[in-house]
């Protein structure tokens, strides 16, 4: 049987496939999956689920798939989703070269290539003891030589029971950042801007957090649907689509060309190419005490969902390799 092929990639599917499993009435069990079909190859269908999460189902377990009509957009709007579930978002649009789970929390590292890709996401239950999952953040932070962080929600249970730890928010110019979300309305493209799915060398140049820039298109370019925005040869930003949702990010101006606009035309055409791309609604991270980045995006109805800090143990913690 072939039930679906590269033909059908973009599409909306729904897969039936075998558990390998019984079921309650002893018979087999089966186990339904629906999403955006994004990947295909002999073994496998890769079907991205509304989260962004990906689902790998082996073709020979599969007893039914097809093609099934466009879901029904903005089935909840951005401020209705809860922090846990968009950190788990945001992490999948920023990906990390190295992640292993810890229950629900994510452990992350890139070689120090900022502060998304390098740090515990921490959502929901670490599946283990508290004190034994602080020593597994700093345990595998040692495994790939980054400084032990958590990313953990303002205000959040999380939050204090890190802070009642001793742990401390870092101790550099971005200890955090404010998360805002939108509904994304209809945005007609620029056609001056151009829109490629990996970062040219130029990209990266303007970027200017890049030191290893295999790591940077490691993380940059991991996401299976990303783009990477070029206006004039002066703006540049990077758009990423994961499920129903858009990331924006590394929106920079040559400062000799600000004021004239750029960033807001490449702003609009990111947001044209998400909803190409299936997305109804878009985020962002952006520093509380950024006011020219916040009032560039408050027109297009970005407003605060959460706030985020990374937070470190005490110092007299830390190994001495990573002070």
Request: proline share 7%; aromatic share 6%; charged share 25%.
């Amino acid at each position: 049987m072939n039930p679906l092929g590269t033909d059908d990639v973009g599409q909306r599917v729904t897969v039936r496939a075998l558990t390998g499993r019984l079921g309650p009435t002893g018979g087999p069990q089966f186990t339904d999956t629906v999403g955006r079909l994004v990947r295909v190859d002999e073994e496998h269908l890769a079907i991205e689920r509304r989260d962004g999460s990906i689902t790998h189902v082996e073709r020979a377990a599969i007893v039914a798939a097809k093609r099934i009509p466009g879901r029904p957009r903005r089935s909840r709007p951005a401020h209705g989703v809860g922090a846990d579930d968009l950190l788990r978002i945001t992490s999948r649009g920023w990906p990390a070269v190295h992640s292993e789970p810890l229950g629900e929390w994510e452990l992350r590292a890139a070689g120090g290539f900022t502060g998304r890709a390098n740090s515990a996401a921490v959502h929901g239950d670490p599946g283990l003891p508290f004190a034994e999952a602080l020593k597994a953040i700093v345990a595998f932070a040692e495994r790939h030589a980054i400084a032990p962080a958590a990313q953990v929600v303002v205000g959040s249970p999380w939050h204090g029971r890190f802070l009642d730890a001793g742990w401390e928010p870092l101790r550099t110019s971005r200890p955090g950042a404010i998360v805002q979300v939108a509904d994304i309305g209809a945005h007609e493209p620029d056609p001056a801007v151009t829109i490629t799915s990996r970062a040219s060398e130029e990209w990266l140049a303007r970027y200017g957090r890049v030191e290893d820039p295999a790591i940077a298109r490691a993380v940059l370019e991991g996401p299976e649907r990303v783009g990477f925005a070029t206006l004039e040869g002066s703006a540049i930003g990077r758009v990423v689509v994961t499920g129903e949702w858009a990331g924006l990010a590394a929106v920079e101006v040559d400062p000799a060309e600000r004021r004239r606009g750029l960033a807001r035309r490449l702003v609009t055409s990111c947001l044209a190419w998400a909803v190409g791309q299936g997305a109804d609604k878009a985020y962002l991270q952006v520093m509380r005490d950024n006011l020219p980045a916040r009032q560039l995006y408050a027109p297009f109805g970005f407003a605060t969902h959460h706030e985020y800090l990374y937070l470190q143990p005490p110092r007299i913690a830390l190994p001495s390799a990573v002070e």
